[in-house]
C-alpha cells in the first residue's frame, strides 16, 4: 500500500510528464529559472522552518516541514531519481 510520500511523489511525476497549465508542480518543471526555482525554494523554507523552530511554534514547524519535503520531492523527480534512492540513504544508516 502506497503511503502519502509515494502518493504525492506519484502525482509530482504524473505533473512532470503531462505539464497542465494550472500545476504549481508543472510550473517548477518549466520555469525560466530551471532548477534554481525549486532550489530557491528550499532555501527559503529552510530559513523559514528554523524560525518557526526558534518560536516553537508546532503548526507552523509542521507547515513548513510540508513545504520542503514537497519541494525536495520535486527537486529528486527533476532528477530523475526515485524516492526508493532517499529510503535507500536513510535505510543504510540504521
Ligand atoms: N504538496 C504540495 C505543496 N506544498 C507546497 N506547495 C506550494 O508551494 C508553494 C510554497 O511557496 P511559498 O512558501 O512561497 O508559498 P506561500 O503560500 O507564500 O507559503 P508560506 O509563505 O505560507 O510558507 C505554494 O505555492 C504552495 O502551494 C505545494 N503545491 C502542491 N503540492 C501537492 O502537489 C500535488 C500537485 O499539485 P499541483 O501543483 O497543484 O498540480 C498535489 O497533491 C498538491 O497537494
Known amino acids: 500500500m502506497n ?3 509515494d502518493d504525492l ?3 509530482i511525476e504524473d505533473r512532470k510528464e503531462t505539464l ?3 500545476s504549481y508542480t508543472a510550473s517548477l518543471f518549466t520555469h525560466e529559472k530551471g532548477q534554481n526555482a525549486v532550489l530557491e525554494k528550499l532555501g527559503e523554507e ?3 522552518l528554523v524560525l518557526a523552530a526558534k518560536d516553537n ?3 507552523e ?3 513548513e516541514s510540508a513545504d520542503i519535503v514537497y519541494h525536495l ?3 529528486l523527480a527533476m532528477k ?3 524516492l526508493d534512492d532517499l529510503r535507500s540513504e536513510l535505510a543504510e544508516r540504521r
Open 57 to 59: 511554534d508546532h503548526e
Open 3 to 5: 503511503d502519502v510520500l
Open 20 to 22: 497542465p497549465e494550472d
Open 80 to 82: 530523475d531519481m526515485e
Open 73 to 75: 520531492l520535486v527537486l
Open 46 to 48: 529552510t530559513t523559514e
Open 9 to 11: 511523489f506519484n502525482i
Open 61 to 63: 514547524i509542521a507547515h
